[in-house]
Antibody, heavy 117, light 110 residues
């Protein structure tokens, strides 16, 4: 069965960076692109970006351009999201989600990133 | 890219039907038949409920249906059940390899 398992919660200081991982299993990692989506406290979903694990090609929401980097390691079927220059506005749960059928059919459990001095 | 517009709340009694709207622009909802819907229970990850406006993934009950007219997509939940109480989000392809989501609608089963 398809599973996306993310890394654990993080607490960071303003200005720091965070890197979240998403390990895929149950399917061929390189066949499906991977989205990253975040959800602030009590807020809606916000698209961050997407990576093609086969080629490494990336697309980023304009809001995050220059601050976010999506990468992958195909040898361990894992996708990564790194966000730099953290502020309190970046406090959120970050999800990875498999791209399929012009939507996201499987989601990770989410990683809470808290930015606090 | 602005978020899609959803009503903050919706409600219905068990057995009734409720419809949730999702309004975008001709650059996203109106421009592509790539609207999806997600159900999210508190503290859980979103669940894929509808894709390509009106198609249901395997395992999603027929009580959930989607449609679109112009720049507005809709999700209808028929025969409301207690477990349908959750937040619902729409999402749409927005062109140029960008995606956008709605702000979410809290569905209450009375």
């Amino acid at each position: 069965q398809v599973q996306l398992v993310q890394s654990g919660a993080e607490v960071k200081k303003p200005g720091a960076s965070v890197k979240v991982s998403c390990k895929a299993s149950g399917y061929t990692f390189t066949v499906y692109r991977m989205h990253w989506v975040r959800q602030g406290p009590g807020q809606g979903l916000e698209w961050v970006g997407r990576i093609n694990p086969n080629t490494g090609d990336t697309d980023y929401a304009q809001k995050f351009q220059g601050r976010v980097t999506l990468t992958r390691d195909t040898s361990i079927s894992t996708a990564y999201m790194e966000l730099t220059g953290l502020t309190s506005d970046d406090t959120a749960v970050y999800f990875c989600a498999r791209d399929n059928l012009w939507g996201s059919d499987y989601w990770g459990q989410g990683t809470l990133v808290t930015v606090s001095s | 890219q602005s978020a899609l517009t959803q009503p903050p709340s919706a409600s219905g009694s068990p057995g009734q039907s409720v419809t949730i709207s999702c309004t975008g622009t001709s650059s996203d909802v109106g421009g592509y038949n790539f609207v999806s819907w997600y159900q999210q229970h508190p503290g859980k990850a979103p669940k894929f409920m509808i894709y390509e406006v009106s198609k249901r993934p395997s395992g999603v009950p027929e009580r959930f249906s989607g449609s679109k007219s112009g720049n507005t997509a809709s999700l209808t939940v028929s025969g409301l059940q207690a477990d349908d109480e959750a937040d619902y989000y729409c999402g749409s392809y927005a062109g140029s390899n960008n995606w956008v989501f709605g702000g979410g609608t809290k569905l209450t089963v009375l």
